[in-house]
């Protein structure tokens, strides 16, 4: 269970274990260890290509033989303060290689911003991208990106789904002023539209 927690030194995503936070703009590998196919290629295609308003999903990012990326997407939430969540999909052909908040629509106006991507389970990446302090959200352009996550296709396969978890694996907050209020939106407001990798 996440839970999003706020108090006068900041506002941290909690996400269900005790994580080792790492620097903004880093990110936690995962799995590893697997030896990969020579020559294996891989790609990765987001599942709604034309987002609509309160959406978070994931498009395809660069990649290079078997390392793709998903850039995890926000469109239409204003005041967007931060988001903790989980992508699950099949650990048996891919792991987590690393993440990166270069880019990400949340680090602007000199807010501290903690970003976090750590591979829990093969499988399970716990996610959390938020701004810190007494600080007021961000209204995307339209859609902009918050965090980008980078894999490794550890076999091939026709098809290894990548989703957001359910509604009790994820949070997101909005903040409309700095004074601290940042109320939890409701899941059903909101569409988590993940994708699909192939490797071969």
Same mark, same amino acid.
């Given at each position: 269970m996440m839970r999003f927690?706020? +108090?006068g030194f900041g506002a941290l995503i909690v996400l269900g274990i005790l994580l080792t936070l790492t620097t903004a703009c880093g990110g936690g590998g995962g799995?590893?260890? &697997?030896?990969?196919p020579p020559g294996l290629v891989a790609a990765f295609a987001g599942g709604n290509p034309t987002?609509? &308003?309160?959406?978070?999903?994931? $498009?395809? !990012?660069?990649?290079?033989?078997?390392?793709f990326s998903i850039l995890v997407n926000? $469109?239409?939430?204003?005041?967007?303060f931060g988001a903790a969540f989980r992508v699950t999909f099949n650990g048996a052909t891919a792991s987590l290689a690393g993440s990166s908040a270069a880019g990400s629509f949340i680090d602007v106006g000199g807010a501290t911003v903690n970003f976090n991507a750590v591979e829990s389970t093969p499988g399970t990446v716990l996610v959390n991208a938020t701004r810190? !302090?007494?600080v007021a959200g961000v209204s995307p352009a339209a859609t902009d990106l918050l965090i980008t996550l980078t894999f490794n296709a550890d076999a091939a396969t026709g098809g290894n789904v990548? $989703?957001? !978890?359910? &509604? &009790?694996?994820?949070e997101v907050r909005t903040c409309a002023t700095a004074n601290g209020v940042c109320p939890a939106? +409701?899941?059903n407001m909101?569409?988590?539209s993940g994708g699909t990798m192939v490797a071969n």
């Open positions: 927690r706020k +108090n799995g590893g260890g &697997a030896v990969i987002p609509g &308003a309160m959406t978070i999903n994931m $498009t395809s !990012g660069p990649s290079n033989g078997s390392t926000v $469109t239409g939430i204003p005041d967007f810190q !302090g007494m990548f $989703t957001f !978890g359910t &509604a &009790a694996d994820r939106l +409701n899941d909101l569409t988590w």
